[in-house]
């Protein structure tokens, strides 16, 4: 006798089949949800050791210091010199903060060109020649560099994983940045908001859960490793309604100029007064970064040693109003230490510098308004100064109140960082750091048709051509974005 027919388990169960079968489920998703745990992981704890060995460098700069304040008279100009030496070949993308290169990779889907700004070995050597950079003073910091390092994380376990394809590995790089930004100061919203305004520059929904979830776990974990802090320390300060608001226009305007200065002076444009320092760094590369280190020591004699380094101390002090405060000279000088470090050329990024020079403005601003709180005088300083050097007023707003741990300043904030925006437009109209991408970008497509024009045969270009090759976005006018991935 024949058997029965049996039906297949699962036609007999038409919700379970549905629910197996949901996107939710599938092994590729899965797979991804898995990488990109394990690299937030990796970040944090890559964020972690970063920020414990540049305290320890620091404080191997001060031990030299007590020996002698001309030591980096000698010190930092050899070591600035022999840093930008090592970066003039496969490091060369370790230079400067990292952001652009991580913007600039967002932007340029082709593989070589990432694996040359997102390579582990960039990563690493960005992490060990910044830590040699703040062992000899170098006034920088390694916020911007921890971006770099989270994305070249991300984007090397992603490739190792399969996940190769542009649009996936643009992912990656974008959730590797935001967990760089978010594990470096212990702001979990401000890699959010840093990763949509200032990295991607748009928002795209299937970005979302990466962001999020990359954020969260790194947070996480520094939260378990680090216990949960604020940068500065909780500052208790608000900004009562009435004449107290003078200082919104006061640091908004005047942080906001000096950013946009700084901006401009570090971007060193092809043409006017700074072409020429431009070409001098082309040129000499080396013997410029000896020169620059020399200016930053006898800077630091003048200040009695206190513009080397993030500034983090200083700033702290500031903030929290303790007789440790520098002196008013400060801000201003703390600015030109900033210039002459990032001119060198060397690793290091300008995120923690600049809250330092923010801080040391407002604290000179709220010695003009004696009716204003000085502690919210200067968070609107520190934050205003930010949004002026980096063209992102929402992400600078977001940072300086997650720093100190104030909501009672959302308001005073937000307008003074949208001011300081408007301000630092006169000098710098593009952000800075989308400013240096595009002229990766620019460069990068300029190698491919060099690249293609020697693999065809010469042809002659229109007349339209020859006249609108790739011009300088500062100087034209019309920024030139990139396109988005």
Same mark, same amino acid.
């Given at each position: 006798?024949?058997?029965?027919?049996?039906?297949?388990?699962?036609?007999?169960?038409?919700?379970?089949?549905?629910?197996?079968?949901?996107?939710?489920?599938?092994?590729?998703?899965?797979?991804?949800?898995?990488?990109?745990?394990?690299?937030?992981?990796?970040?944090?704890?890559?964020?972690?050791?970063?920020?414990?060995?540049?305290?320890?460098?620091?404080?191997?700069?001060?031990?030299?210091?007590?020996?002698?304040?001309?030591?980096?008279?000698?010190?930092?100009?050899?070591?600035?010199?022999?840093?930008?030496?090592?970066?003039?070949?496969?490091?060369?993308?370790?230079?400067?903060?990292?952001?652009?290169?991580?913007?600039?990779?967002?932007?340029?889907?082709?593989?070589?060109?990432?694996?040359?700004?997102?390579?582990?070995?960039?990563?690493?050597?960005?992490?060990? %020649?910044?830590?040699?950079?703040? =062992?000899?003073?170098?006034?920088?910091? !390694?916020? *911007? +560099?921890?971006?770099? /390092? #989270?994305?070249?994380?991300?984007?090397?376990?992603?490739?190792?994983?399969?996940?190769?394809?542009?649009?996936?590995?643009?992912?990656?790089?974008?959730?590797?940045?935001?967990?760089?930004?978010?594990?470096?100061?212990?702001?979990?919203?401000?890699g959010v908001v840093f990763?949509?305004?200032?990295?991607?520059?748009?928002?795209?929904?299937?970005?979302?859960?990466?962001?999020?979830?990359?954020?969260?776990?790194?947070?996480?974990?520094?939260?378990?490793?680090?216990?949960?802090?604020?940068?500065?320390?909780?500052?208790?300060?608000?900004?009562?309604?009435?004449?107290?608001?003078?200082?919104?226009?006061?640091?908004?305007?005047?942080?906001? %100029?000096?950013?946009?200065?700084? =901006?401009?002076?570090?971007?060193?444009? !092809?043409? *006017? +007064?700074?072409?020429? /320092? #431009?070409?001098?760094?082309?040129?000499?590369?080396?013997?410029?970064?000896?020169?620059?280190?020399?200016?930053?020591?006898?800077?630091?004699v003048c200040t009695h040693?206190?513009?080397?380094?993030?500034?983090?101390?200083?700033?702290?002090?500031?903030?929290?109003?303790?007789?440790?405060?520098?002196?008013?000279?400060?801000?201003?000088?703390?600015?030109?230490?900033?210039?002459?470090?990032?001119?060198?050329?060397?690793?290091?990024?300008?995120?923690?510098?600049?809250?330092?020079?923010?801080?040391?403005?407002?604290?000179?601003?709220?010695?003009?308004?004696?009716?204003?709180?000085?502690?919210?005088?200067?968070?609107?300083?520190?934050?205003?100064?930010?949004?002026?050097?980096?063209?992102?007023?929402?992400?600078?707003?977001?940072?300086?109140?997650?720093?100190?741990?104030?909501?009672?300043?959302?308001?005073?904030?937000?307008?003074?960082?949208?001011?300081?925006?408007?301000?630092?437009?006169?000098?710098?109209?593009?952000?800075?750091?989308?400013?240096?991408?595009?002229?990766?970008?620019?460069?990068?497509?300029?190698?491919?048709?060099?690249?293609?024009?020697?693999?065809?045969?010469?042809?002659?270009?229109?007349?339209?051509?020859?006249?609108?090759?790739?011009?300088?976005?500062?100087?034209?006018?019309?920024?030139?974005?990139?396109?988005?991935?």
């Open positions: 006798m024949s058997e029965p027919p049996t039906s297949a388990p699962a036609s007999s169960n038409p919700r379970l089949q549905a629910l197996l079968g949901h996107e939710f489920f599938a092994p590729h998703h899965w797979k991804r949800r898995l990488v990109l745990w394990a690299g937030a992981v990796l970040v944090a704890l890559a964020a972690i050791l970063f920020a414990k060995a540049s305290v320890w460098s620091y404080e191997l700069f001060l031990r030299i210091l007590d020996h002698g304040i001309w030591i980096p008279l000698i010190l930092t100009p050899l070591v600035f010199g022999l840093l930008a030496w090592a970066t003039e070949g496969r490091l060369r993308a370790t230079r400067g903060s990292g952001i652009p290169q991580v913007i600039a990779s967002l932007h340029i889907e082709d593989g070589g060109f990432r694996t040359r700004m997102l390579s582990l070995p960039v990563a690493a050597g960005k992490m060990v %020649l910044t830590l040699a950079s703040l =062992a000899v003073g170098a006034s920088i910091g !390694r916020e *911007g +560099p921890t971006v770099h /390092v #989270g994305a070249a994380l991300f984007y090397s376990i992603g490739r190792r994983f399969g996940f190769s394809d542009p649009k996936a590995a643009s992912r990656f790089i974008l959730a590797g940045g935001a967990a760089g930004i978010a594990a470096a100061f212990n702001t979990p919203l401000a990763a949509i305004e200032e990295l991607a520059g748009t928002f795209e929904h299937r970005f979302s859960g990466l962001l999020l979830t990359a954020v969260i776990i790194g947070g996480v974990v520094s939260l378990g490793v680090m216990g949960n802090y604020s940068y500065f320390g909780e500052v208790d300060a608000s900004l009562p309604l009435g004449s107290a608001w003078l200082a919104v226009l006061l640091t908004g305007i005047g942080c906001g %100029l000096l950013g946009g200065l700084f =901006a401009r002076l570090i971007l060193l444009s !092809r043409r *006017g +007064p700074l072409a020429q /320092v #431009g070409r001098l760094r082309a040129r000499w590369p080396v013997l410029f970064a000896a020169g620059c280190g020399l200016s930053l020591a006898v800077l630091g040693n206190s513009i080397y380094g993030t500034g983090y101390d200083q700033a702290r002090a500031i903030v929290q109003g303790t007789a440790a405060m520098p002196g008013q000279d400060f801000g201003i000088a703390k600015l030109l230490a900033n210039v002459v470090s990032y001119w060198a050329g060397i690793p290091g990024g300008i995120f923690s510098p600049a809250l330092a020079v923010g801080a040391g403005l407002g604290q000179n601003i709220a010695h003009l308004l004696p009716g204003a709180p000085a502690g919210a005088v200067v968070l609107l300083g520190m934050s205003a100064y930010l949004a002026g050097v980096t063209g992102s007023p929402l992400t600078s707003a977001v940072i300086a109140m997650e720093l100190t741990d104030n909501q009672d300043m959302v308001i005073p904030i937000m307008a003074a960082c949208l001011l300081a925006r408007a301000a630092a437009s006169l000098f710098c109209p593009t952000p800075v750091y989308r400013d240096f991408a595009e002229r990766m970008v620019r460069d990068a497509e300029r190698q491919q048709q060099a690249e293609r024009a020697h693999q065809q045969p010469a042809r002659p270009l229109p007349a339209a051509a020859e006249t609108t090759a790739y011009p300088d976005s500062a100087e034209s006018g019309q920024p030139q974005h990139p396109g988005k991935p």
